[in-house]
């Protein structure tokens, strides 16, 4: 079975502040893990996967497999990062098929 | 744009009623998926098609259904419809069912109301 653990519901940071969004996942095989971004009910937009190891907006995710984490993180917090944040992960699901399993998110408020 | 489409944006219904929601994948992808994202349960996998085929099965109720069709497009019905359906249902599709950096781009989702 795979999980997905984002702790924080809500997180409320000031602008300019450092942020982390935290995700945990439990999988037994090689994971594939994506941050997924979702302003105001719209579409879920893919932020950045771990195997491309890209920046996407300032934010940046590395996973640590001792840890089986896979956290968020930017240096300087915008206003327009004010969003619902999801972790989700790849793994596979049995008779060679695929499926994403999501975090139940977490809304990140950015401060004026 | 990601380039899946879904209809209708958004739909208001009885208790009781059924509706089908419709979904068209990027041109090109095999695979769809539908989640529902309600405010207390989060972002739920409901099931998955490739190629026509379903693939996996995820906390789908009995009295819902989906198919793909041979033109990719998939359709997920809705019946008996309760209060506690009232959700955004999102489709997603991706180019195969496998792992090994596939991503899955998210349509604008359908919001259904049933009152």
């Known amino acids: 079975a795979q999980r997905v653990t984002q702790p924080e519901k809500l997180l409320s940071v000031f602008k300019g502040a450092p942020v982390e969004l935290k995700c945990n996942y439990s999988?037994?095989?090689?994971?594939?893990l994506f941050w997924y971004v979702q302003y105001s009910r719209q579409r879920l937009q893919l932020l950045l996967r771990h195997i491309s190891r890209e920046s996407i907006k300032g934010f940046t995710a590395d996973l640590n497999k001792g840890e089986t984490s896979f956290h968020l993180k930017k240096p300087f917090a915008q206003e327009e990062d004010s969003a619902m944040y999801y972790c989700a992960l790849s793994g596979r699901s049995g008779a060679g098929s695929y499926q994403l399993t999501f975090g139940k998110g977490t809304k990140l408020s950015v401060i004026p | 744009d990601s380039g899946v489409t879904q209809t209708p944006k958004h739909l208001i219904t009885a208790t009781g009623q059924r509706v089908t929601l419709r979904c068209s994948p990027r041109s090109g992808d095999l695979s769809v998926y539908w989640y529902q994202q309600s405010l207390d349960q989060g972002l739920q996998f409901l099931i998955q098609y490739y190629n026509g085929e379903e693939r996996a099965k995820g906390n789908i109720l009995e009295r819902f259904s989906a198919q793909q069709f041979p033109d990719l497009h998939s359709e997920l019905n809705l019946s008996s419809l309760e209060l506690g359906d009232s959700a955004l249902y999102f489709c997603a599709s991706s180019v195969a069912p496998r792992g090994g950096g596939n991503t899955i781009y998210f349509g604008e989702g359908s919001w259904l109301t049933v009152v």
């Open positions: 999988y037994s095989g090689s994971p594939e």
